[in-house]
């Protein structure tokens, strides 16, 4: 059910509205790796630990992953404008508590609570657009909206590198507040209220279970990184995680009103986006990480010249991402999505030959294929996930979606952190099996520091003769983390190739402009085209 304010203009109200789901998703994807830039900067003043960084990203990715459903739930309930409003002052609110934090803790916590509001936003949007848009120029607001996403996405480490090197590390969640206000004044001005009435009720046992189970799952593979996968929080977190998720899909089966509908999970191409979304992004973000710290703790770069050199990304992207809404008319969905995910897998197996001596333009080799790659498939795949979904699901299906994103970034970092430490300490524990009793405890005692990329800190304990080792070790680690995410990415191409190949959309209605509605749908789009 829609209302619509009084407007003269129509045209502008939708245009604007548009505007209003960019800026902020545009944020919520900024936020995603615009702090991977920073990354060594946090570390250093509030010494924090391998571990500590991770939960920094996984926090953020996580509140969003678990809450993203349960809003859109609540949106299609109580108002999408309403919840959607409500989400981007919390998210600036959480914005300034990351600013302000003064130790670890309290910059993971507060990373949470930006989640928070990060999930209110990117669980509506989606529904908020296909209220607002139909037909043809539905799919073109999506395609926009996606860019916007994309755009986000690869402009963080950009933003991250100019601010930081004028300001502080603050200086990136200080940003936030500005586009928050703009944000805001717009939802609140032009954007249509819209609900559900007869949505289904919250499945709460599914929320909590499900949040309960990723949480203990990234717990177990993040600590795995900086520890032992025989100790005990390891292990135990990693089958408590197991079963809770177990049990969740489950509940899931018989639950009366489950939090991902049957309905939903029934359509090919909506669950075919959000597998190819899940591999992706768990792909994507732990290349951003590594590369970061690549070439900041290792290279010894600066956060400007890290953040200015994936320009050589950014544009191939978007000039790429303009180009898919028009392919996407002429080449069936399997194509871009699973064609895009394999040539940004060439750029990912590229940055996996990448060590301290490499060449820079082998570099940008990579960055242009991960470009053009992401590119087509970010926007590619959020066209066709809500493009077979009822109008009066949207929003839930919306949430689920977005959600998808977000478990691959949380549970994506944690694996390849996890796999980039254990073999950087493999490495570097083998070569300090060699040392003499003393140096080689002194050695031993700097592994995580390796393992983090804290080449300085090993130089300063141990002396500069054995920086060479240490970077030598963390490389190893670096590598085949990142032709392990490539792996993901022929994966999520497979997927496309397969769960695509021969989809098709539902009937059309009369009018040709979307799927045909159920009667008396209370749902169904009132805002012409």
Same mark, same amino acid.
């Given at each position: &059910?829609? @209302? ?16 209003? &789901? ?23 003043? %509030? ?61 993971? +916590? ?9 999930? &209110? ?63 805001? !004044? %717009? ?30 799952? $990234? ?16 292990? +135990? ?24 509908? =049957? ?13 190819? @979304? ?35 990304? /950014? ?28 040539? $940004? ?21 990579? @960055? ?7 590119? &087509? ?5 959020? /066209?066709? !996930? ?5 109008? =009066?699901?949207?929003?839930? #299906?919306?949430?689920?979606? /977005? ?13 390849? =952190? ?10 570097? $524990? ?18 995580? /520091?390796? !393992? ?15 920086? #060479? ?8 680690? @670096? ?16 997927? #496309? ?33």
């Amino acid at each position: &059910m829609t @209302y619509p304010p009084d407007r003269r203009n129509p045209a502008l109200q939708r245009r604007l509205t548009l505007v209003a &789901m960019c800026i902020a998703q545009g944020m919520i994807l900024l936020d995603v790796t615009i702090v991977n830039i920073a990354l060594p900067s946090i570390q250093r003043e %509030l010494g924090e630990s391998s571990s500590e960084l991770e939960w920094v990203i996984s926090a953020y990715a996580l509140s969003l992953a678990t809450l993203i459903p349960l809003s859109g739930s609540l949106g299609d309930r109580f108002g999408r404008k309403r919840l959607f409003t409500a989400g981007m002052v919390v998210f600036a609110l959480g914005s300034v508590a990351c600013a302000l934090s003064a130790s670890a803790p309290d910059l993971i +916590a507060a990373r949470a609570v930006q989640g928070v509001g990060g999930a &209110m936003m990117s669980a509506l949007a989606l529904s908020i657009l296909s209220q607002a848009y139909s037909g043809k120029a539905r799919a073109g607001a999506i395609g926009i909206w996606a860019t916007s996403a994309g755009l986000g996405f690869g402009l963080g480490p950009v933003v991250g590198g100019l601010l930081l090197g004028v300001f502080g590390w603050s200086s990136i969640f200080w940003v936030n507040v500005p586009f928050a206000v703009a944000g805001v !004044a %717009l939802t609140v001005t032009v954007v249509s209220e819209s609900r559900n009435p007869d949505t289904r009720p919250v499945d709460v046992p599914g929320v909590l279970t499900s949040a309960a189970g990723l949480l203990a799952l $990234t717990f177990g593979l993040i600590e795995a990184s900086s520890g032992s996968w025989t100790s005990t929080p390891v292990w +135990a977190s990693l089958a408590a995680g197991l079963v809770l998720l177990a049990w969740f899909v489950r509940w899931e089966h018989r639950a009366p009103f489950p939090m991902i509908p =049957g309905e939903v999970v029934r359509l090919r191409s909506f669950t075919t986006a959000c597998s190819v @979304y899940l591999f992706s992004y768990a792909a994507v973000t732990g290349v951003y990480f590594y590369l970061t710290l690549l070439y900041q703790d290792v290279d010894g770069w600066t956060a400007l010249r890290t953040g200015l050199s994936w320009l050589f990304m /950014n544009i191939p992207f978007l000039a790429t991402a303009q180009l898919t809404g028009g392919l996407s008319r002429r080449l069936p969905a399997a194509t871009i999505a699973g064609g895009g995910c394999l040539v $940004t897998a060439a750029g990912v197996f590229t940055f996996s030959t990448l060590t301290p001596a490499s060449p820079f333009y082998i570099a940008v080799i990579g @960055y242009v294929l991960f470009g053009i790659g992401t590119g &087509m498939w970010i926007p590619g795949v959020a /066209n066709v !996930a809500m493009r077979d979904v009822p109008p =009066g699901l949207s929003g839930t #299906a919306s949430g689920v979606f /977005n959600a998808s994103r977000q478990v691959g970034t949380s549970i994506g970092l944690a694996i390849l =952190g996890a796999i980039g430490a254990d073999t950087a300490t493999s490495a570097w $524990t083998s070569q300090a099996a060699h040392l003499p009793g003393p140096a080689r405890q002194a050695a031993i005692g700097q592994t995580r /520091n390796v !393992a983090s990329a804290r080449i300085g800190s090993v130089t300063r304990a141990l002396g500069a003769g054995h920086r #060479a080792a240490a970077e030598q070790a963390f490389t190893h680690g @670096y590598q085949v983390a990142v032709l392990t995410a490539g792996l993901c990415l022929i994966a999520a191409a497979i997927i #496309a190739a397969f769960g695509l190949h021969g989809n098709r959309s539902r009937k059309l209605d009369a009018a040709g402009d979307k799927p045909a509605s159920p009667p008396g749908d209370p749902d169904s789009p009132r805002i012409a085209a």
